[in-house]
């Protein structure tokens, strides 16, 4: 009950602490975050790679927007953007970045830099969307093929159904002790990192 009320009240204080750095466009029936800074052209696209989302990007944002325009988002389900409904693969998500940029206004061509995840999202925009890049940056990323199947699902086997993971770890985070674990986590309390980009990281976990 202590850990329940615990958790209850900190994650009221995380949302009045940590509000969006960007806007909230509305793409259809979701609502995904999007963070512009700067000035120029093209805009510079950034993609975060498993895991992580727009605050990931805070230093390479900030040098970026100094020579031109500069845009973090945050994929269906991180961050501050909606799960919404799935299918959640690479081309739902290429697709909902695709609609992301229409609704926003933003002008293409633009450059997809993306990391790991992000790096294969990219790529598959840009069989979809080709006319729309003036360039992709891909920063360690993997095989684009992994991801025309549900993000849970390796490339050689089938998705299987959600073990008791699913049942343990959630209860665990309403119960305020994911918040305390990830406390301990050392990449969360990197001082190399924005101290900014870390509390959101800790607070998302």
Known sequence: GLGAAYQAVRLTGDREDYPPPGRIVQVGDLAMHLD????????????SGA??????????????????????????????????????????????????????????????VGHSLGGMIGRIYFDRYGD??????????????ILF???????????TPCDWTCTVFPALAHLGVSRIAVGSIDLLNDPRYPERALAETRAYY
């Open 51 to 112: 895991g992580l989302f727009s605050s990931s990007w805070e230093y390479v944002q900030e040098a970026l927007s100094a020579d031109t325009r500069v845009c973090s988002y945050d994929r269906a389900g991180m961050g501050w953007s909606d799960l919404g409904e799935p299918p959640h693969d690479g081309i739902a998500a290429a697709d909902q970045l695709h609609a992301l940029l229409e609704a926003a206004g933003e002008e293409r061509p633009f450059v997809h």
């Open 132 to 145: 729309e890049m003036a360039g992709w940056v891909g920063i360690e990323p993997g095989e684009p093929e």
């Open 149 to 159: 199947e549900n993000f849970t699902k390796g490339r050689d086997e089938p998705a």
């Open 36 to 47: 512009c800074t700067g000035e120029g052209s093209p805009m510079v696209l950034l993609d």
